[in-house]
């Protein structure tokens, strides 16, 4: 075996003699031994080295095994550390619930056999070496889905950008040459009036470009509603619900805050996105007529909520995600990004409701503006 493979095994007992007679019957294992001949060095091993397993006599002089026991237990990283009583006296059944109250695995008894003595100390071991790889490989874990967090994180920054690039370029570039062609067509009716076919066909030529011209603003602003940059979250929300409604025929209440402000870009673009989504799930999914979108400040937290009357949801466990659709998947990740909290209430028949609740970042960016404006003062008085 490697020595970057070896475990440590503490042996403790205050006879050196017993020590050596402990590691020539463990050799075998291939494993690092500590020997300590006192609850002090015992415990001074302790702190500088990590092990797998303590062999504990239980008669020791200062202090016996069961008090070392419990000072070991005491230390956070040896609260599941295996201990394996020694004893040479007759121990009672009140001796023995005393020792695993304390923290003792297993005893042994004097005179050790050999055979016996390596095999527990075998199987604590492996148990010790196969609980250090699941804690690996839940590190790993973590540690991929932390980067599997901060890429969505990316993901969604790049999405965002490259919408509201889109819906700039469909606004100012294709909406006005839209425009512009639409300008030149109604000229050529007013001088085509003599000639009916033509006016005629010119006239739908002018309603087609009236309806791209419509449909071409509609997308721009579905995919970056330009009054999200300009104003904020309240218009933006107001006149979305407001087309929303005229698109699908759902009436949507909509109730902001009138002490919102302004927040942060990256806030009010995922609440806007939450209150998109979730509108077009009520739209698809949840067969009710209306709902109800309100934004609100509490306690030092933004708080969007959808609510609709529909059939509601079959689950709304969101322990992993697995349950979820795309939609509610990309909900809870917008959130998670914000250091927010996610919950969904949602009844057979009786309706869905979804609550977003945020950091507030106005309240640190007052802060922050309440320091600088104090530093500045500082220097002018300086």
């Known amino acids: 075996m490697n020595v970057s493979d070896r475990v440590n095994i503490l042996m403790v007992d205050d006879q050196p003699t017993r020590l050596l007679s402990y590691e020539a019957i ?24 990590d092990v797998a397993l ?13 008090e070392l026991a419990n000072l070991i237990r005491q230390h956070p990283r040896y609260q599941n550390t295996a201990i394996i009583f020694i004893s040479g006296v007759h121990l009672t059944d009140l001796d023995r619930i005393q020792g695993y109250q304390r923290g003792a695995v297993d005893y042994v008894s004097v005179p050790v056999v050999p055979e016996l003595l390596r095999a527990k100390v075998s199987i604590f071991v492996e148990l010790y070496r196969k609980t250090r790889e699941l804690e690996n490989v839940n590190n790993e874990l973590r540690s991929a889905e932390e980067n599997l967090r901060r890429l969505a994180g990316r993901l969604m920054h790049v999405q965002d950008a490259e919408r509201r690039r889109v819906a700039r370029d469909l ?13 030149g067509i109604d000229m050529i009716s007013h001088r085509v009036e003599k000639d009916p076919s033509l006016h005629e066909q010119v006239l739908e030529i002018s309603d087609l470009l009236n309806r791209a011209i419509i449909e071409t603003r509609t997308i721009s602003h579905l995919l970056h509603p330009p009054l999200l940059d300009e104003i904020g979250l309240e218009s933006a929300f107001s006149v979305y619900a407001l ?49 109800s979108v309100s934004l609100t400040r509490e306690d030092g937290e933004i708080r969007l909520q959808i609510r609709d009357q529909g059939k509601g949801m079959l689950t709304v466990d969101d322990s992993d995600g697995t349950s979820f659709g795309v939609g509610l998947f990309g909900i809870r990740e917008r959130i998670r990004q914000l250091k927010g909290k996610l919950e969904i209430v949602s009844q057979e028949g009786q309706g869905t409701t979804i609550i977003a609740r945020v950091p507030d970042s106005a309240n640190s960016s007052t802060l922050s503006d309440s320091v600088q404006l104090a530093q500045s003062s500082v220097r002018s008085l300086a």
């Open 243 to 291: 087309g929303f409604a005229k698109r699908s025929g759902l009436n949507v209440d909509v109730n902001v805050t009138k002490d919102l402000g302004r927040l942060d870009r990256d806030t009010e673009t995922a609440l806007f996105r939450v209150m998109q989504e979730c509108l077009l799930n009520v739209h698809r999914h949840s067969q009710s007529t209306t709902a």
């Open 26 to 49: 463990l050799r075998d294992l291939d494993e690092n031994f500590i020997k300590a001949t006192s609850a002090k060095e015992a415990l001074a091993h302790l702190l500088k080295t």
């Open 171 to 183: 606004h100012d570039g294709l909406g006005q040459y839209l425009v512009g062609i639409k300008m």
């Open 54 to 66: 303590v062999l504990l006599d239980v008669s020791m002089p200062e202090m016996d095994g069961f």
